[in-house]
């Protein structure tokens, strides 16, 4: 499949990510993720557990489970479901199930995150961890968020976003074209998930290694955001 590339409010190319191109990417990823990514994401996954521990409800839908690195630090109590659209990384996760007896896991499905298939207000919260710069349409992942956690409900996200300026943004600008071999936006900005003008983030934290990544927490508005998007 050709590369195609999008340029809205950038002055610079940027290949369009397909749910081939992602799965594609997390086929070759599935075996070396955990060594690659696993200690540089821990503290994220780490900090966003935490956050979903302390809210209230137990229905979780974790979105991108990937190899499953968070479920084991879930709260029993919690009742957790992980979707991805790679069926090689929910192998792994179903692996990790199985060897560390994680009897919260109450499900894993190989789903696409746009368009999943839970009804309504499944969720009390969902919770994407270095997802939303992976997934095709960020604003559409974040519509079906909206869609299937109960109004006052939570989402969270932690994820890499784009310096707005100095290196990193040089460099990230200049990956930005390798976004489909690579498998995810090295540009993605935090506009690219949500409409600041129309979401209220509750809380935004930086994350370890050196704020590399961010933690966002947004309370839920349901469906009025998702007829919007």
Same mark, same amino acid.
């Given at each position: 499949?050709?590369?195609?590339?999008?340029?809205?409010?950038? &002055?610079?190319?940027?290949?369009?990510? &397909?749910?081939?191109?992602?799965? &594609?990417?997390?086929?070759?990823? *599935? /075996?070396?993720?955990?060594?690659?990514?696993?200690?540089?994401?821990?503290?994220?996954?780490?900090?966003?557990?935490?956050?979903?521990?302390?809210?209230?409800?137990?229905?979780?839908?974790?979105?991108?489970? /990937?190899?499953?690195?968070?479920?084991?630090?879930?709260?029993?109590? =919690?009742?957790?479901?992980?979707?991805?659209?790679?069926?090689?990384?929910?192998? =792994?996760?179903?692996?990790? %199930?199985?060897?560390?007896?994680?009897?919260? +896991? +109450?499900?894993?499905?190989?789903?696409?995150?746009?368009?999943?298939? !839970?009804?309504?207000?499944?969720?009390?919260?969902?919770? #994407?961890?270095?997802?939303?710069?992976?997934?095709?349409? *960020?604003?559409?992942? !974040? *519509?079906?968020?909206?869609?299937?956690?109960?109004?006052?409900?939570?989402?969270?996200? %932690?994820?890499?976003?784009?310096?707005?300026?100095?290196?990193?943004?040089?460099?990230?600008?200049?990956?930005?074209?390798?976004?489909?071999?690579?498998?995810?936006?090295?540009? !993605?900005?935090?506009?690219?998930?949500? &409409?600041?003008?129309?979401?209220?983030?509750?809380?935004?934290?930086?994350?370890?290694?050196?704020?590399?990544?961010?933690?966002?927490?947004?309370?839920?508005?349901?469906?009025?955001? *998702? #007829?919007?998007?």
């Amino acid at each position: 499949m050709s590369i195609r590339f999008d340029t809205p409010d950038r &002055d610079h190319p940027r290949a369009v990510l &397909d749910a081939e191109g992602v799965r &594609d990417a997390y086929r070759r990823w *599935a /075996g070396v993720y955990d060594l690659v990514f696993g200690g540089v994401s821990a503290h994220g996954r780490r900090r966003a557990v935490e956050e979903v521990n302390r809210l209230p409800g137990s229905r979780v839908l974790e979105v991108g489970v /990937g190899t499953g690195l968070a479920l084991p630090r879930y709260r029993p109590e =919690k009742r957790v479901i992980g979707i991805d659209l790679s069926r090689e990384m929910l192998e =792994k996760a179903a692996e990790r %199930v199985r060897t560390e007896r994680l009897s919260h +896991v +109450v499900g894993l499905c190989e789903m696409d995150a746009e368009r999943m298939a !839970f009804a309504d207000g499944s969720f009390d919260i969902a919770v #994407a961890m270095f997802t939303a710069s992976v997934v095709p349409n *960020a604003r559409t992942l !974040f *519509a079906e968020m909206s869609r299937v956690v109960r109004p006052s409900g939570h989402l969270l996200f %932690v994820n890499h976003f784009a310096a707005e300026s100095g290196v990193r943004w040089w460099v990230e600008r200049s990956m930005a074209p390798l976004a489909r071999l690579l498998g995810w936006h090295p540009d !993605f900005a935090l506009s690219d998930l949500l &409409d600041p003008q129309q979401v209220r983030v509750e809380a935004m934290e930086p994350c370890q290694p050196a704020g590399l990544f961010t933690l966002v927490r947004v309370r839920n508005q349901g469906a009025l955001l *998702a #007829a919007a998007a």
